[in-house]
């Protein structure tokens, strides 16, 4: 059975940074796309960050584009999304994804075939 555990949430001050972390496990078959989403209270779901397994390439929504960077550890399954010059508007509960098939879209939370929980990131003074 697939699980995919998001851990690092908490809160911070605008400025500060936070590292939220995604553990996969029990795929009998390799994603090839691992992303995360966040739901801002009062919005939609929005894409921030995708990263391929099979060649590292990264994606980044406008929003948190050289702010946030996405790592991919293959060999221990995870993905970590570190977030710098975070601002209240990054307030969220964020939750990783992945696709085991080709991606057409990143952005398209109907592309991906597994989700998390999600991890509650608040950032406030």
């Known amino acids: 059975q697939v699980h995919l555990v998001e851990s690092g949430g908490g809160s911070v001050q605008p400025g500060g940074s936070l590292r939220v972390s995604c553990a996969a496990s029990?795929?009998?078959?390799?994603?090839?796309?691992i992303a995360w989403f966040r739901r801002v209270p009062g919005a939609e779901r929005e894409a921030v960050s995708c990263?391929?397994?099979?060649?590292?390439?990264?994606y980044y929504s406008d929003s948190v584009k050289g702010r946030f960077t996405i790592s991919l550890d293959n060999a221990k399954n995870m993905v970590a999304l570190q977030m710098n010059s975070l601002k209240p508007e990054d307030t969220g509960v964020y939750y990783c994804?992945?696709?085991?098939?080709?991606?057409?879209?990143?952005?398209?939370?109907?592309?991906?075939?597994?989700w998390g929980q999600g991890t509650q990131v608040t950032v406030s003074s």
């Open positions: 990263i391929s397994s099979r060649d590292g390439t990264t």
């Open positions: 029990g795929f009998t078959a390799p994603y090839s796309h």
């Open positions: 994804a992945a696709v085991l098939t080709t991606l057409d879209d990143w952005r398209q939370g109907y592309e991906y075939d597994y």
